[in-house]
């Protein structure tokens, strides 16, 4: 069954409100009529049921038309043997279509018998062109537009071969025009009258009308063609007439890109153009539409929709007057290859009328378009582009033209740069969106892209430069990047005061961190656009609203999960983080909050090119080479990892140790307490608290994990001393760390709820250490150790001179001994423990990576 075309936008069905019957205008492209199965697909879409009836516009087959050019020319050079041969391989191709898509032998005998008709009459052209070895524009447009009749003719027989009420219609009766050969333009106004008398009364009968796109008539009636991928020009000049609901080009292509894939892979499909941008981008490289195709529909509200012909049910890029100007400023870039500068320099042009207009006067005559203008306000120079073939007769049409004036040394002379190419930036909004120009600039600068020339109109709908062609793709990825043209959203000014910020993880600390955003005292303020849990995640592009987080932390405080709120998707965190990252967002930073194995989530972030901040501890004490590979893969986009709160909560640990490095110093070893839970434990069971009563007072508190063995077992303190061993050049992994648990063998694999009903059968031996401790005058500590060979944590008793003895409740102790501070080591203490420090830690590093 045939895929159903994507419903009429808004626009198009109010223009066609009022009208009794709507019609639709497909034009199928060569491409998309390269065979006999291409041609089927073409006609399942014409008899797709559908309440409109639909006007079909055909190209030549796939390569037709310019075998009929190549034809044409072997005829001219009275190459008779090479003209008979080409029209034996057209004929050939054409009748296999034909068998292809007619299925009862009479029908397709009837067919075959009238293309074999239509090819004698074309191998005879071609012998009068050969006899005569002359070939005028006007018999070079009688013979190419055989293609798009042919194909016409093939594609009205194989819809009547499945009972369907097809009509050919000849174009040359429709369009009339100014009668330039091989590129003529529509009389419109003759040709809307023309187009409503000839087809309005067959649409009235019912019949389906086939036209072949491309071609005309003279003001005499003679044929002539409208130039190469003219089809397109064809089709909107009948919408226009028909004042269609809407024109389906059918492509070869997904849509409108923002810009060529070859170039930057990245490029996405444009969802929707506003007709003066895709004219913009046709005119600047485009291939995609014919440049002239958009000119019938100028104050007409008649949408064309860009459609993959082999996807039917993909959207494609719309066409309208519709402004989508704030969220789109920049829609997309063009790179037209291939150019030459050509400059005409001198001072006796400076207040001279007439300069500029004997500039193009003489380009004119010469037959030389100009794709870019731009002028000195000293009006010293004029600098043009041209196709970089035609430089050369550029250069000599400018110099006749001025023969005199360089002779009297008024002008310096013309200087010809080839080598060239044209990059333009188009979009409507450019106008209203300030920084543009500089953004764009500047991505160009930063690529190393030396800009040879500038052009920008007053209405900012497309700024130009003129580039070396060899700087090309460098420059189109630069410049598409920096307006995150391939994110969802893209397409405008990075914003200089936001850093949007997602949060994986919305537990204890995420909530706190909620609390405390809004206080920041900066000129930046993170900006939360996303929150991701187990469930999935919630996104805002502009920004969560107070209400959206409110409701977030006031259902994770009972329990529930972000599904719950109205919005959220249900997703993994990686496939939260890759569907967040296809919206264009400003100095994106994923912060994780977890205590989950999160690497592939990170991975996907870094990829993205966003900053990760991280206080959960265990992607950095992964192995080795999965944290080796996590850094080098940070270093090759760009993006930086801070993670001071993995170790000591909000104290300047990682801070301190930068520091020392930074001017010189070695750190020879690493020394400390870092559980703020196990130190409030051993804090109050020093005081003579029995040991279930001040674990379950730390529960109470926040200060453990929901399972309290994640903490005494020693584990957690174990992937900080890893973290900090790797500072110094540790080379092992966790399973390397010497880790002394403070659970009995046991306690450990009992159910959670069951350790905890079961803490007081452990109080009698922890009465017993603390009990030895106070006999040698020490107290109890976890203390971590590690050197760059060996990393230890444990159970200490540590004597009362030790720095690590005077510690109280939560509070943490990192002690660095380095070749400076060697005798007097370098201690740093504080509060370790809860969500208040850590999420302050957590804020300190998302604001290290804002603008002051």
């Not at 690529?447 to 709908?461: D, H, K, M, T, W």
């Amino acid at each position: 069954m045939p895929a159903r075309p994507a419903p009429p936008s808004r626009s198009s069905r109010v223009a066609s409100s009022g009208r009794r019957k709507a019609v639709d205008v497909f034009k199928f492209g060569g491409a998309s009529l390269a065979d006999a199965a291409a041609v089927r697909h073409a006609i399942d879409l014409i008899l797709t049921p559908r309440p409109s009836p639909v006007v079909t516009v055909v190209s030549a087959l796939a390569g037709v038309t310019d075998a009929l050019l190549a034809m044409a020319e072997s005829a001219r050079t009275g190459d008779f043997r090479a003209a008979d041969a080409a029209v034996d391989r057209l004929e050939a191709r054409h009748v296999a279509v034909a068998e292809g898509i007619i299925p009862t032998r009479r029908a397709r005998a009837a067919l075959v018998k009238e293309l074999e008709e239509a090819f004698a009459e074309l191998r005879t052209l071609a012998h009068g062109v050969a006899s005569l070895r002359e070939l005028t524009p006007r018999t070079r447009d009688f013979l190419v537009a055989r293609g798009e009749q042919l194909s016409a003719r093939l594609v009205v027989a194989g819809m009547q071969a499945r009972r369907a009420k097809a009509q050919y219609v000849e174009a040359a009766e429709l369009i009339v025009t100014d009668g330039v050969f091989g590129n003529a333009f529509p009389d419109l106004a003759a040709t809307d009258r023309r187009v409503r008398d000839r087809l309005a009364p067959l649409l009235r009968r019912r019949l389906m009308p086939v036209v072949p796109g491309f071609v005309g008539a003279s003001p005499d009636g003679a044929l002539v063609t409208l130039g190469r991928g003219g089809s397109d020009l064809t089709a909107t000049v009948l919408g226009r007439a028909l004042k269609a609901q809407r024109i389906t080009l059918w492509k070869d292509v997904p849509g409108l890109m923002t810009t060529d894939p070859r170039l930057v892979p990245s490029a996405r499909i444009v969802p929707q153009l506003n007709v003066r941008e895709a004219a913009e981008l046709a005119y600047y490289g485009a291939k995609v539409l014919h440049p002239r195709a958009l000119i019938p529909l100028a104050r007409i509200q008649v949408p064309v929709f860009v459609r993959p012909f082999a996807e039917p049910d993909a959207p494609g890029t719309e066409i309208s007057t519709r402004h989508t100007l704030q969220r789109y400023p920049v829609k997309a870039l063009s790179i037209v290859r291939g150019q030459a500068l050509v400059t005409v320099t001198g001072n006796g042009m400076l207040g001279v009328p007439g300069i500029a207009a004997r500039t193009f006067a003489a380009l004119q005559q010469a037959g030389i378009s100009v794709t870019l203008i731009t002028q000195a306000s000293s009006e010293h120079s004029i600098s043009l582009c041209v196709p970089a073939e035609r430089g050369a007769q550029a250069r000599t049409a400018l110099e006749d033209a001025f023969a005199l004036e360089v002779a009297r040394r008024e002008l310096e002379g013309v200087e010809v740069q080839g080598g060239m190419a044209t990059l333009a930036v188009v979009g409507l909004g450019m106008a209203g969106s300030p920084g543009i120009a500089s953004r764009m600039f500047s991505s160009l600068s930063g690529a190393r892209v030396n800009i040879v020339a500038i052009a920008q109109g007053s209405s900012e709908l497309n700024i130009s430069v003129v580039i070396t062609e060899k700087d090309a793709e460098q420059a189109a990825r630069a410049v598409h990047d920096e307006f995150q043209l391939d994110k969802i959203g893209g397409g405008g000014v990075r914003h200089d005061d936001r850093l949007d910020v997602v949060l994986l993880g919305v537990g204890q600390i995420g909530r706190e961190l909620l609390r405390i955003l809004p206080r920041t005292r900066r000129r930046v303020k993170p900006t939360i656009v996303g929150l991701i849990d187990r469930s999935g995640y919630l996104f805002n592009a502009d920004g969560l609203s107070a209400r959206q987080l409110l409701n977030a932390v006031t259902l994770k405080e009972q329990g529930a999960s972000l599904m719950a709120i109205p919005g959220a998707t249900k997703a993994t965190a990686p496939e939260a983080v890759s569907q967040i990252a296809r919206h264009a967002l400003s100095r994106p930073v994923l912060v994780d909050l977890t205590a989950d194995q999160t690497l592939p989530a990170i991975r996907k972030a870094i990829t993205a090119e966003w900053d990760v901040v991280l206080a959960n501890k265990k992607p950095l004490s992964a192995s080795r080479v999965e944290v080796e590979a996590l850094r080098a893969l940070a270093t090759q986009h760009g993006a930086r990892i801070l993670h001071e709160t993995t170790v000591g909560a909000g104290l300047p640990v990682m801070d301190s140790y930068a520091k020392l490095v930074e001017t010189g110093d070695k750190v020879l070893r690493i020394e400390g307490c870092t559980s703020g839970t196990l130190g409030f434990l051993l804090t109050e069971i020093g005081k003579g608290r029995p040991f279930s009563e001040a674990l379950r007072d730390a529960m109470a508190r926040g200060y453990t994990e929901p399972d309290p063995r994640d903490d005494l077992s020693g584990m957690d303190v174990a992937r900080k001393a890893l973290i900090l061993a790797r500072l110094i050049g540790f080379a092992g992994d966790l399973s390397d760390v010497t880790v002394e648990s403070l659970v009995p063998e046991a306690f450990r694999s009992m159910p959670v709820a069951r350790f905890k009903a079961t803490l007081a059968d452990q109080d009698a031996a922890w009465a017993a250490r603390q009990a030895a401790a106070t006999r040698q005058g020490r107290v109890l500590r976890y203390v971590l150790r590690a050197t760059r060979t060996r990393v230890q944590v444990g159970l200490q008793a540590v004597p009362p001179s030790h720095p690590l003895a005077g510690l109280r409740g939560t509070d943490n102790q990192i002690v660095f001994t380095t070749m400076r501070y060697r005798e007097h080591p370098l201690v740093i203490t504080g509060p370790g423990a809860g969500p208040a420090v850590t999420a302050a830690g957590v804020l300190n590093d998302i604001l290290q990576l804002t603008p002051a």
